[in-house]
């Protein structure tokens, strides 16, 4: 496609950002058109989010030069950043959980009358926008009370609520499922369409090579190259992104998958709770991977928070044989039980601690003595290991785990519960937010731990993932167990029908 200048909104040259000593960006270009989709890819640790909080206003770079529109722009603030026509959803929610989804969307841009919030105008332009968006989102429910998707979804609108030239994304179908990204795809394309340039970031290379106009490669904080998307293939891609080959993203079995003659280590029997699920049975024997899938409102993580005591469900549960009573996530851990949740902001990490204290801190008892005392060269050398194990991209383990990338982030949480040496492990959207290198790490682990005997529920929604990981596939469908079977042979086409209740 011909291409001319004056298509030309953003400009970044030998753009690079230094934290002390830490060099997060080192040289960075890039040229951003108006009316195009523009991809970053790149590895966790590439330096994408430490550029978008650049251009967002929220750190200055440390050196190059950036123009918009054809003037020097160094945004001081995200104010400044809006004011000049950028818009930004991040990765991790930024939102007020106490407040409903009208004053986040609208924050700091309440409609006001004689210096008084006027509610009904709030709740009138915020319905207005999120009906424009297609969102199907009540404006006036509280975001604590929303699921996951539902927070994202609410955080697309609150970026998008900007008059913005140019519209960045970052991970934004990361707690989606299809249905929904789909609703955001039409969005882009319309935003595009009026001109506007989209910024995207995601480490789903289908996602990528369906939207892009232009894909920007980075490694290592620097920029690798530029190319459109019909010159490139998804595998070139990836070896540029990795810097080497990856020929198979999901590692085979290291060991035969449980047959029906052994016992199951866990078995759930009839879990109900009002609202969310019900009826719901499965097992799951030493050393199998069970996925779960369903679609948002399934229930499918609202049975995982219950099965690890998070929330109160009817039903039986029955470890190693013997049943047992799980009222709170400590008694969880007691029965050899581990839990990655799908709100790691939230629910999986102390982002103000240390990288060493993260992964630590679910099986503290194993790195205290008697008296209380901490065993720190013990527990030194279990996060240093954390790091080679899961290449976790740290400058050490007493960085903070806040100021590291969502899937480093991801990695550290996962390292938490291994540190637990679990006999179950729930995984729940194990690599949302995580790219595809550090995928086959996590795979690689998980598929070690089965081999060890270690029996794991996973919960996700990409359909590849739940195909290439799963001996078996539980479906859920409107709080419901829909039809759970053996992953060879089934078909995405098959478990959506599952899903859906559409299957005959």
């Given at each position: 496609m011909a291409q001319n200048d004056s298509d030309i909104v953003l400009t970044l040259s030998g753009v690079c950002?230094?934290?002390?000593?830490?060099?997060?960006?080192?040289?960075?270009d890039l040229t951003v058109r108006s009316g195009r989709v523009h991809t970053l890819l790149g590895e966790n640790g590439a330096g994408k989010s430490t550029l978008m909080k650049i251009l967002s206003g929220i750190y200055p770079a440390t050196g190059g030069s950036i123009e918009l529109a054809g003037k020097p722009y160094a945004p001081q603030t995200p104010l400044e950043a809006a004011e000049n026509g950028l818009a930004i959803v991040f990765q991790e929610l930024s939102l007020c959980n106490n407040l409903t989804v009208a004053e986040n969307i609208l924050a700091m841009r309440e409609p006001s009358r004689a210096g008084f919030i006027s509610d009904r105008k709030l709740f009138q332009t915020a319905e207005a926008l999120v009906r424009d968006l297609g969102l199907p989102i009540d404006v006036r429910a509280r975001v604590i009370d929303l699921s996951m998707a539902q927070r994202q979804l609410v955080e697309i609108a609150k970026g998008l609520s900007h008059d913005a030239r140019i519209v960045i994304l970052d991970e934004p179908t990361s707690s989606l499922t299809g249905a929904e990204?789909?609703?955001?795809?039409?969005?882009?394309?319309?935003?595009?369409r009026e001109g506007k340039a989209v910024i995207y970031i995601s480490h789903r290379m289908e996602?990528?090579?369906r939207l892009s106009d232009d894909i920007t490669v980075m490694r290592d904080g620097e920029y690798v190259t530029t190319v459109e998307r019909g010159d490139a293939t998804v595998e070139q891609l990836i070896a540029l992104m990795v810097g080497r080959q990856m020929n198979e993203i999901y590692p085979p079995r290291e060991s035969e998958a449980p047959g029906e003659a052994v016992a199951p280590v866990l078995v759930a029997e009839g879990l109900?709770?009002?609202?969310?699920?019900e009826d719901v049975s499965f097992t799951v024997r030493p050393g199998e991977i069970l996925g779960f899938f369903g679609l948002v409102g399934s229930g499918r993580s609202e049975v995982m928070n219950a099965l690890f005591g998070?929330?109160?469900?009817?039903?039986?549960?029955?470890?190693d044989g013997k049943a047992v009573t799980i009222s709170s996530p400590a008694e969880a851990i007691g029965h050899g039980m581990a839990f990655l949740t799908e709100n790691r902001g939230e629910q999986g990490l102390v982002r103000s601690h240390s990288l060493r204290a993260n992964v630590t801190m679910a099986a503290l008892q194993d790195f205290t003595t008697r008296g209380g005392f901490l065993k720190s060269r013990k527990e030194t050398t279990e996060a240093q290991q954390a790091i080679e194990r899961l290449a976790i991209r740290a400058n050490s383990i007493e960085t903070r785990a806040g100021t590291l990338s969502g899937g480093n982030q991801q990695k550290v949480v996962v390292a938490k519960w291994l540190a637990t040496n679990p006999r179950v492990l729930i995984l729940d959207e194990p690599t949302r937010g995580v790219d595809v290198g550090a995928?086959?790490?996590?795979?690689?682990?998980?598929?070690?731990?089965?081999?060890?005997?270690?029996?794991?529920?996973?919960?996700?929604?990409?359909?590849?993932?739940?195909?290439?990981?799963?001996?078996?596939?539980?479906?859920m469908s409107e709080g419901r167990v829909g039809a759970t079977k053996e992953s060879a042979g089934l078909t995405?086409?098959?478990v959506m029908a599952y899903a859906t209740g559409q299957h005959k």
């Open positions: 950002k230094s934290f002390g000593p830490v060099q997060a960006l080192k040289s960075m990204s789909e609703i955001l795809f039409q969005i882009i394309g319309r935003l595009t996602e990528i090579m109900s709770r009002p609202g969310e699920f998070m929330t109160a469900a009817e039903g039986r549960v029955v470890l995928k086959f790490e996590i795979y690689r682990i998980i598929r070690r731990l089965a081999a060890q005997g270690t029996a794991i529920v996973m919960v996700s929604s990409e359909m590849p993932e739940i195909l290439g990981m799963s001996d078996r596939v539980v479906i995405p086409e098959r």
